[in-house]
Nanobody, 116 residues
Framework: QVQLVESGGGLVQPGGSLRLSCAAS????????MAWYRQAPGKERDLVAA????????YYQDSVKGRFTISRDNAKNTVYLEMNSLKPEDTFVYYC?????????WGQGTQVTVSS
């Protein structure tokens, strides 16, 4: 079955950096785009960044442009989110997503807290 497992979240000071990883299994990873979403308690999940089958297509939410970078390693079945110049307003649970054959698949989420 499809599994997405995020890692790399944590507590970081404003201006710091984190790299999130999402290890995928149960499907042909290289055949599907991937995305990162984030969610605050009681709020909807918002799309943060997305990537096509390779690095030739990427999308970023305006608030993270120039600070976050999404990438993928098809040999490792892993998608990454490099987050730099973090701000307190980047504090969310971050989720890995794959949309396949009309269905959305999600990881368990990883908490990112930006605070001094």
């Amino acid at each position: 079955q499809v599994q997405l497992v995020e890692s790399g979240g944590g507590l970081v000071q404003p201006g710091g950096s984190l790299r999130l990883s999402c290890a995928a299994s149960g499907f042909t990873f290289s055949h599907y785009g991937m995305a990162w979403y984030r969610q605050a308690p009681g709020k909807e999940r918002d799309l943060v960044a997305a990537i096509g089958l390779d690095d030739s297509f990427t999308y970023y939410q305006d608030s993270v442009k120039g600070r976050f970078t999404i990438s993928r390693d098809n040999a490792k079945n892993t998608v990454y989110l490099e987050m730099n110049s973090l701000k307190p307003e980047d504090t969310f649970v971050y989720y890995c997503n794959s949309h396949m054959d009309g269905s959305d698949y999600w990881g368990q989420g990883t908490q990112v807290t930006v605070s001094s």
